[in-house]
């Protein structure tokens, strides 16, 4: 089952219909028990750092849980900036914590929010990027990822200066961009992610 988590924050309906769109089910749910038995996990991610994890504090455990049984998880947009242990745009509000390091504002002299489609330059073999390297993405974000762990960025793209597109460790995978509005490379990127278990 491909569970996305219902925190009352995020595009839900459009995950959902992207997984939809490449023959898949998935339910958005907020129902421990559901969140718990997921085979694939999504986390979503739309507004601020300090809300979403405000919103998400009932599922911190199950995220935990989920990763530490390297089960698949991806975490979209906010839903990476969230992974990391702390964000400018939240001081004082603890990340997950599941990727060392920090999220800071785009560096000043380029227009903020970066928002619209720009190519994706992938870094490493990561199983749900295979097929895309070079393609675009739809990004929306003000804020990036600046991981202490340099091995654990899969991804990068050019905005006068490089920022983190995507991370990964393991089966945890996480994307700056919105793979649901990215068109065929982005459902490319969904359908790698439940298939990484066959």
Known sequence: MITIINYNSGNLRSIHNGFTKIGYNAEITSNPEKIADSEFLVLP???AFGSVMKNIEPFKDLIY???NDDKPFLGICLGLQVLLSSSE???GIKGLN???GSVNKIPYGRKIPHMGWNKLNVLK???ILEGVDGK???FVHSYHANPEDEEIVSGITDYGVNLVASLSNNNCFATQFHPEKSGVAGLKILKN????KK
Do not use: R, T
């Open 65 to 67: 849980e989920h990763i």
């Open 193 to 196: 992610f439940v298939n990484l």
């Open 89 to 91: 745009e939240a001081v």
């Open 45 to 47: 991610g739309v507004g």
């Open 136 to 138: 675009y993405f739809y």
């Open 125 to 127: 073999n990561c199983p």
């Open 98 to 100: 599941i990727f060392k």
